[in-house]
T-cell receptor, first 114, second 112 residues
Framework: DGGITQSPKYLFRKEGQNVTLSCEQNLNHDAMYWYRQDPGQGLRLIYYSQIVNDFQKGDIAEGYSVSREKKESFPLTVTSAQKNPTAFYLC?????????????FGPGTRLTVT | QQQVKQSPQSLIVQKGGISIINCAYENTAFDYFPWYQQFPGKGPALLIAIRPDVSEKKEGRFTISFNKSAKQFSLHIMDSQPGDSATYFCAAISDSNYQLIWGAGTKLIIKP
């Protein structure tokens, strides 16, 4: 089965702790993305990567970090510097070729920090 | 200039009715306009998309109408069903980068 997996589905952490969210894809896509979604709101881009070992900040990168050591994997670390980390986090991937813009999304990770 | 404005924020439609969601953009470099459907607790999934060289695209009960001169596009759901109840997002992207610009979303409820 081809697709994107995110784990875990639910994650609970204490304030002040860093936490890493997993995202893996077997679609052979070059580009990967992390979004944050708050209740009743749209998607905001945190980071994206168009190629291995390269990534760019999105609109709300502060307090987050990523790595792209393998084409299949794009983990997101929510650091203690992120002021309001409780949210629904979505990972997506797409082909990087011109004209192929569809982004495929994983099932999401709901992070709760108390 | 990078924004995509989506309306309404929420919409209630009777079963069998037509649901209409509107989006407007400013950046004339946008050349691909997808609509995504998201069910609660799930990731969004592509529903239908259009390029600016056509004014309408239909897939089953879902139609995108595109007005290039007005820089507006809309999603029409014909014969709306309770299973269509979801949040719908419009988006836009240009060929020069891979960053989708998202609308704020419309929560659609279809009443039986």
């Amino acid at each position: 089965d081809g697709g994107i997996t995110q784990s875990p589905k639910y994650l609970f952490r204490k304030e002040g702790q860093n936490v890493t969210l997993s995202c893996e894809q077997n679609l052979n896509h070059d580009a990967m993305y992390w979004y944050r979604q708050d209740p009743g709101q749209g998607l905001r881009l945190i980071y994206y990567s168009q190629i291995v070992n390269d990534f760019q900040k999105g609109d709300i990168a502060e307090g987050y970090s990523v790595s792209r050591e393998k084409k299949e994997s794009f983990p997101l670390t929510v650091t203690s510097a992120q002021k309001n980390p409780t949210a629904f986090y979505l990972c997506a991937s797409s082909s990087a070729g011109t004209g192929t813009y569809e982004q495929y999304f994983g099932p999401g990770t709901r992070l709760t920090v108390t | 200039q990078q924004q995509v404005k989506q309306s309404p924020q929420s919409l209630i439609v009777q079963k069998g009715g037509i649901s209409i969601i509107n989006c407007a953009y400013e950046n004339t470099a946008f050349d691909y306009f997808p609509w995504y459907q998201q069910f609660p607790g799930k990731g969004p999934a592509l529903l239908i998309a259009i390029r600016p060289d056509v004014s309408e695209k239909k897939e089953g009960r879902f139609t995108i109408s595109f007005n290039k001169s007005a820089k507006q596009f809309s999603l029409h759901i014909m014969d709306s069903q309770p299973g269509d109840s979801a949040t719908y997002f419009c988006a836009a992207i240009s060929d020069s980068n891979y960053q989708l610009i998202w609308g704020a979303g419309t929560k659609l409820i279809i009443k039986p």
